[in-house]
């Protein structure tokens, strides 16, 4: 488990004592949620990290959640109601109207999240499998 990206070692510098981490964690879970849509996303990371605390998984659905409203592309239900739409015969309901209100808000409400999910405990900062919960 050597490299940058190790389990056990990335799962630490998320947690809420990794800092400023945490928030370039948000920015790739978010760009990838726009490139393979967040579910994809998800599964990935639980392949990859194992070992990730609750507060980590909190952090991974919070933001992978949210970050799908940046862009038109990033979530199925934005796709949905724009096919929807065409159907009926309204095609404004594209990319170029989506992303005056879809990007501010979108990086607003991570932001905001990520911050308040790092400043208080919703979930405990520890794993049960790496013995790392003191019980």
Same mark, same amino acid.
Not at 87 to 100: L, Q
């Given at each position: &488990?050597?490299?940058?990206?190790?389990?056990? %070692?990335?799962?630490?510098?998320v947690?809420? %004592?990794?800092?400023?981490?945490?928030?370039?964690?948000?920015?790739?879970?978010?760009?990838?949620?726009?490139?393979?849509?967040?579910?994809?996303?998800?599964? *990935?990371?639980?392949?990859?990290?194992?070992?990730?605390?609750?507060?980590?998984?909190? &952090?991974?659905?919070?933001?992978?959640?949210?970050?799908?409203?940046?862009?038109?592309?990033?979530?199925?239900?934005? *796709?949905?109601?724009a096919?929807?739409?065409a159907?009926?015969?309204?095609?404004?309901?594209?990319?170029?109207?989506?992303?005056?209100f879809?990007?501010?808000?979108?990086?607003?409400?991570?932001?905001?999240?990520?911050?308040?999910?790092?400043?208080?405990?919703?979930?405990?900062?520890?794993?049960?499998?790496? %013995?790392?919960?003191?019980?």
């Open positions: &488990q050597n490299g940058l990206l190790s389990s056990t %070692g990335a799962a630490k510098a947690g809420k %004592g990794g800092g400023g981490c945490v928030y370039w964690f948000v920015v790739i879970i978010t760009v990838l949620s726009n490139i393979a849509s967040n579910v994809p996303v998800c599964q *990935m990371l639980a392949a990859t990290f194992p070992y990730a605390t609750p507060y980590q998984w909190m &952090q991974v659905s919070f933001s992978a959640t949210i970050a799908g409203n940046l862009t038109m592309l990033g979530s199925a239900a934005n *796709m949905i109601v096919f929807q739409a159907k009926v015969g309204d095609r404004t309901f594209t990319s170029e109207r989506h992303a005056p879809g990007i501010p808000s979108t990086l607003g409400c991570l932001f905001i999240g990520t911050w308040l999910l790092a400043k208080f405990h919703f979930a405990p900062d520890c794993s049960h499998k790496l %013995g790392t919960c003191g019980e």
